[in-house]
């Protein structure tokens, strides 16, 4: 029979955390609290593991709505597709560019399809890819005069004076904005500020995107370097299809593949 000293001194012990020796409790509890830890991150890990991946198909070779090089609505698009300004840290490529001329209205609508977006990639069932829209108008002499671009839900529109249209792209989420906007001018909260901040507080879910596919392990700069847009892109040279249609999802689903955003056709 142990003694009343040694129970005292047993005791004692649980005190300072040496409890091996008088109860197992506490050693069930870590046993539990490592086992729910690993369950859990398995369970992330297979989350990120099934994310979505893109699926872009092989460009078609023959469409049958895309208009003739030389067909006039052809070289109007070709003339009148912006040039895009890439923030100069852009990770994600431009993959493929679908211009869709309007039949009845002066418009012509550019759909952009990029490799990624930043944020939530590694979300099960997500839209693997970032579409993303503007729209030129233009008058009788087919000169530009407004410009609408995709902005997070909504539609900026503003005058254009009749020139080369350009366009601002926002790193990582590919948000539209004719070129030198006022950032006074952004809807609130969805300014450049705010996406801006999302790139510090969003930090773990950028990382966890990169285990899905590669791509920013950050936005590893400052405010003033997010508001560059440096990197030009010559839409002109670039589109993958031309076609005349209100309705362009068949031919959009033949360009850009079954899984797409599906934003907004028309303004």
């Known amino acids: 029979m142990s003694s009343p000293l040694l129970r005292h001194g047993a005791a004692r012990y649980a005190s300072h955390g040496e409890v091996a020796f008088l109860d197992d409790y506490p050693l ?20 990120v593991a099934c ?10 070779a023959n469409l049958p709505d895309a208009l003739a090089p030389t067909d006039s609505g052809a070289l109007l698009a070709r003339r009148l597709a912006p040039v895009l300004y890439l923030q100069p840290d852009e990770t994600f490529p431009l993959e493929r560019v679908v211009a869709v001329l309007h039949p009845v209205r002066r418009i012509i ?3 952009l399809l990029w ?9 099960p069932f997500t ?14 002499t087919y000169a530009p005069t407004d410009v609408w671009t995709y902005w997070h839900g909504r539609i900026l529109h503003t005058p254009w004076p009749k020139s080369q249209v350009s366009i601002d792209v926002q790193w990582g989420k590919h948000g539209s904005l004719p070129r030198n906007v006022r950032q006074s001018d952004l809807p609130r909260p969805q300014t450049l500020n705010f996406f801006y901040a999302m790139t510090i507080f969003g930090e773990p879910d950028i990382l966890l995107g990169d285990i899905t596919r590669k791509g920013p392990l950050c936005f590893c700069h400052g405010y003033g370097r997010y508001r ?4 030009p892109i010559i839409l002109a040279n670039r589109l993958d299809a031309i076609v005349r249609t209100e309705d362009p999802k068949p031919t959009l689903l033949e360009v850009f593949g079954s899984k797409y955003s599906n934003k907004h056709r028309w303004p």
């Open 127 to 140: 839209v693997p890819t970032d579409e993303e829209v503007l729209w030129v108008g233009y008058d009788t």
């Open 109 to 111: 609508a550019y759909h």
């Open 228 to 231: 560059e847009f440096t990197r």
């Open 51 to 60: 994310g979505p991946h893109a699926h872009i198909p092989l460009r078609p």
């Open 115 to 123: 490799r990624d977006d930043v944020h939530g990639s590694w979300i």
């Open 28 to 47: 069930r509890r870590n046993a539990t609290e490592i086992h729910k830890r690993i369950c859990l991150g398995l369970a992330l890990g297979f989350l």
